[in-house]
């Protein structure tokens, strides 16, 4: 499987963005997806995951609630909506994938990663 992120950029704060991730490869369905980032001197952060289904979701406790995460199975395609952006969301957002199950909330847990897009929120 190999990921490919998409949509980030410098905005504002309070502006909104929406980050694309495409997965090539068969079984696209049979994979949970997941959004990290990480920004300078920090570690990775756990954004949000998706079942292989779309049905479940879990979000960081940093942005729930300003963040969502969908897919479309049909397109191989995953999505995070990204709202209400303050500086400290500023950093490399990266997608991941992990062979079946739901709930991965641990980078590790995820088989394949993207190589990341860049999102610089300026206040």
């Known amino acids: 499987v190999q990921l490919v992120e998409s949509g980030g950029g410098s905005v504002r704060a309070g502006d909104s963005l929406r980050l694309s991730c495409a997965a090539s490869?068969?079984?696209?369905?049979?994979?949970?997806m997941g959004w990290f980032r990480q920004a300078p001197g920090k570690e990775r952060e756990f954004l949000g995951t998706?079942?292989?289904?779309?049905?479940?979701?879990h979000y960081g406790d940093s942005v729930k609630g300003r963040f969502t995460i969908s897919r479309d199975n049909a397109k191989n395609m995953v999505y995070l909506q990204l709202n209400n952006l303050n500086a400290d969301d500023s950093g490399i957002y990266y997608c991941?994938?992990?062979?079946?199950?739901?709930?991965?909330?641990?980078?590790?847990?995820?088989?394949?990663w993207g190589q990341g897009t860049q999102v610089t929120v300026s206040t």
């Open positions: 991941a994938t992990r062979y079946v199950g739901s709930g991965w909330t641990v980078g590790s847990e995820y088989d394949h």
């Open positions: 490869g068969r079984s696209f369905s049979l994979h949970a």
């Open positions: 998706i079942s292989m289904n779309g049905g479940v979701t």
